[in-house]
């Protein structure tokens, strides 16, 4: 499978995009022609070699002609954007996503505006070289095969940016509104670093935000951003590789806290709970903490989403007066249930393969055990024959 990580140390914009894309081997001319499928006029694309603090880069614009955008220029509303992408001949796959980005755009300015999605137009976000970026950015992908897209945090940047409502505070309160729930920071730049154009671009194709996964990366793109940053550069940069189809990477909350008064009945049900609710995983660790108490810290896993439900169920089940979290990454081998019969009945096998390599099974322990009880047989026997016959099965 082949991904594209998205490193935004200087936050992210559509142009950025552009450019990055084209510097790791896309085609400008090939862009360009792949564009002309969208029914909008009056642009040209232009690429540029430049250097932001030291570090090579490419600078993509979109060269709009005059009275086309600024003051004067077409308004555009949700429908009007849902007309174009409808009318393009692009494939429908970018035009899905593209729907989905720009109907994202207008939901996150509805919402930070008070005003119907029908009312709201996008001021600078209208003008065409947002279409150009979003879709630029889409096709480039295509172009390169990218068949997912994860990203590090995101740095938003500092200070205020002038906007057609004035100033406003950075990150501005469409981008704001759009990386709810993905990992940011801010590095207290006073530079708009991430722009709602290129927010609303993780929001859809990001798959994770965090630490580089691991792939074996073929290209690294670095697209210019407009302008110079004192002590950093004003970048972004793609890497382009291949990941094993049957491993998997993702990010995923740790919740924790630390246990040293409560009564260890209660951890039975506790655990039952957390997993009825989502979590992944749940884990208890002996350790000792002050004055020499011994004590449990349990351990929860989840996926993101489910981070403050699970919080709360640990909060009112036990005595814990606070919980901590971080999001880390993982890796999972494509893993799959099969039902192996045996002479003395069925047993699930959970089975973990790496190409068609079998590395791993496991037969399902509670099945085992019933037939073990059911047969007097040992235990130990039933599981290595289960693993055996599913070993066979799969050859």
Known sequence: MKIAYFDCFSGISGDMCLGALVDAGVSLRKLESCLRTLPVKGYSLAEEKVRRNGIAATKVDVIVKQGKSGPGAVIRRWKDVRGIIRESALPEEIKKKGHEIFRTLFEAEARVHAEPLSRIHLHELSSIDC????????????????????????????????????????????????????????SDIPFELTTPTGAAILKALSKGFGGMPCFR?????????????????NVLRIFAGEMDRDSSWD??????????????????????????????????????????????????????????????????????????????????????????????????????????????????FEDCRKIAKETSLPLREIIDGARSLAGKKKR
Request: proline share 5%.
């Open 251 to 364: 990010t995923v909350t740790v919740i924790e806290t630390n246990i040293d008064d409560m009564n260890p009945q209660i951890y039975e049900y506790l655990i039952d709970e957390l997993f009825s609710r989502g979590a992944l995983d749940v884990w208890l660790t002996q350790v000792i903490m002050k004055k020499t108490r011994p004590a449990v810290v349990l351990s929860v896993l989840c996926n993101r989403e489910k981070r403050d439900d699970l919080a709360a169920v640990i909060l009112k089940e036990t005595t814990s007066l606070g919980v901590r979290y971080f999001e880390t990454q993982r890796v999972t081998m494509q893993r799959e249930v099969q039902t192996v019969p045996s002479k003395y009945g069925t047993v699930r096998v959970k089975t973990a393969r790496l190409g068609k390599v079998l590395v791993k099974s496991a037969p399902e």
């Open 131 to 186: 279409l150009v970026d979003v879709f630029g950015t889409l096709t480039g992908l295509s172009l390169l095969g990218i068949d997912a897209v994860y990203s590090s945090p995101v740095n938003l940047g500092g200070g205020v940016v002038q906007t057609a409502h004035g100033i406003l505070p950075v990150p501005a309160p469409a981008t704001a509104e759009l990386l709810k729930n993905a990992r940011v920071y801010s």
């Open 217 to 233: 990366y073929e290209k690294v793109g670095v697209g210019a951003g407009s302008g110079e940053i004192e002590n950093r550069p």
